[in-house]
């Protein structure tokens, strides 16, 4: 199936504001490359330290749509989204799925959370490190449903739920992954020690991805995947949402709702600044809430209260 590609120019620090105004008006994906790749002098980034995620200094920023999306409006609709942003430069060609997937998979490569989390491309060799015993390996194939572990947001979420089994909290506990995408955060929690998880998502193809890699995992036995419409009411001591911030403001009470009295809550796709909006509108069920970053992007978590 061929896709509509938009190639752009862009500096580190522009990088956060164009990718969300891409998933905003509907990009399938979103990829980073070094703006100077075949500098003799660039220097390369291979394998980032635990919770690091370095980025070039001038980047080409590439997303791709699906092949009947009108380029120029969903320039207008880019523009619109965030008119201090530079949308001239940006060029788009057809591609086929094959193109897309070799690129893709040529950049990906094992990365690790924490402790013991470890995201390993499908058809990658684990490094030495990931080879221990208590090493919780994901092996991932993204294809075009968000979550690869690359993005900021995917990386603060992993660490937490690291964390949380660093501490023996997510030892057979049921969690919640909302907005699961390619259910990389099910995944990482059910390698971590979960009993069981859930996902939900509002697209289709997230939850085939998800449950495609789900048995790639072999932990299918141990997942379950729902649109929003079908999600059985039930609650959760763990609920991790990797959305965007409007979407956790709106679906604040949805998401109260989904965690258990003394349940662990973390939010991330929060941009740095809007964590304060979505803090004050869960102060009134959550204890302890705080908000931690990793370059623009923000994680808020907190402990339901009980009663």
């Known amino acids: ?54 980025l070039w200094g001038e980047l080409v920023l590439t997303a791709l749509f699906a092949d009947d999306t009108d380029a120029l409006i969903m320039l207008a609709a880019l523009e619109a989204f965030d008119d201090e942003l530079d949308w001239s430069q940006a060029r788009f060609r057809k591609v086929e799925d094959q193109d897309w997937e070799r690129a893709w998979m040529d950049q990906y490569v ?60 997510l030892q057979q506990q049921r969690v919640l992954d909302f907005g699961c995408g390619s259910g990389i955060l099910a995944l990482a929690a059910l390698k971590l020690g979960a009993g069981h998880a859930v996902g939900v998502d509002n697209d289709p193809q997230a939850l085939i991805a998800t449950h495609d890699n789900a048995q790639r995992n072999e932990v299918a036995d141990r997942l379950d995947v729902y649109l929003p419409a079908d999600e059985p009411t039930a609650t959760y001591p763990i609920v991790v949402a990797n959305i965007l911030a409007s979407a956790l403001v709106t679906l604040a009470d949805t998401l109260t709702a989904r965690v258990a009295p003394g349940g662990r809550l973390a939010m991330s796709g929060i941009l740095a600044g809007q964590e304060d909006e979505v803090m004050a509108r869960y102060a009134r069920d959550f204890d302890d809430l705080r908000a931690e970053p990793l370059d623009d992007w923000m994680r808020v978590t907190g402990t339901r209260r009980h009663g």
């Open 1 to 54: 199936m061929p896709f509509l590609e938009l190639t752009l120019p862009c500096t580190e620090a522009q990088q956060p504001r164009y990718e969300r105004a891409l998933e905003d008006v509907g990009a399938l994906a979103v990829t980073l490359a070094d703006a100077h790749a075949d500098a003799p002098d660039e220097q390369a980034i291979f394998e980032p330290g635990v919770g690091e995620q370095p």
């Open 110 to 169: 094992p990365l690790r959370f924490g402790a013991r989390t470890w995201i390993v491309p499908w058809n990658s060799e684990l490094p030495e490190d990931a080879q221990a015993a208590e090493a919780a390996i994901v092996r991932l194939d993204p294809g075009l449903a968000f979550g690869s572990g690359t993005h900021p947001t995917t990386a603060l979420c992993l660490q937490w739920l690291d964390a949380l089994a660093t501490d023996g909290v």
